[in-house]
């Protein structure tokens, strides 16, 4: 056909860096469609924290993207949580911002959070989508102050134009 065969293609993966012969998972044994670090994509279906540690080490530019995967498809929020805490101290602004996402979605579907991402967290503008899943999907009680005083109004509001009953 022409076309560059499979063991060419592994081979150029290897010599590149991104092959599977690096560890870093960019692309499956298998030939499955990995994640691609140079355009970007496939990055939400990532879910092996090594993948997502050899990217930071790398310094990837799509590493935020990775931490938001690895939140939807790990099912361990305690191997995920420290990867979101990395890209809450990003100097990137951009992996940053994907941090809070990833942060908001560890909460959204495991009701949890640690200490490290909160105070992260404390530092970011008030009203991101972590401070509103934080909110409605983790326990109040696991929450802090800062975050309470927050919620006061809204929860304030709500008491008073509830119907009694």
Not at 142 to 147: A, N, S, T, V, Y
Request: charged share 25%; proline share 7%; net charge negative.
């Amino acid at each position: 056909m022409g076309g560059i065969g499979e063991g060419e293609v592994e081979a150029e993966a290897e010599a590149d860096g991104s092959g599977p012969g690096t560890g870093t998972g960019t692309r499956p044994a298998g030939g499955d469609d990995g994640p691609d670090w140079r355009g970007g994509t496939n990055l939400l279906g990532v879910d092996r924290p090594d993948v997502v540690l050899a990217a930071f080490g790398r310094g990837e530019r799509f590493v935020g993207a990775a931490v938001i995967g690895l939140a939807l498809n790990h099912d361990d929020p305690a191997a995920v949580l420290p990867f979101v805490a990395k890209a809450l101290e990003s100097a990137d602004p951009q992996v940053r911002q994907q941090g809070v996402i990833a942060l908001a979605t560890v909460a959204r579907l495991h009701g949890t959070v640690d200490r490290r991402c909160l105070e992260l967290l404390r530092r970011r503008p008030r009203g991101n989508e972590a401070d509103d899943d934080l909110w409605s999907f983790v326990p109040h009680r696991e929450l802090p102050l800062w975050l309470w005083r927050h919620h006061a109004w809204e929860r304030l509001v709500y008491r008073l134009c509830r119907p009694f009953g």
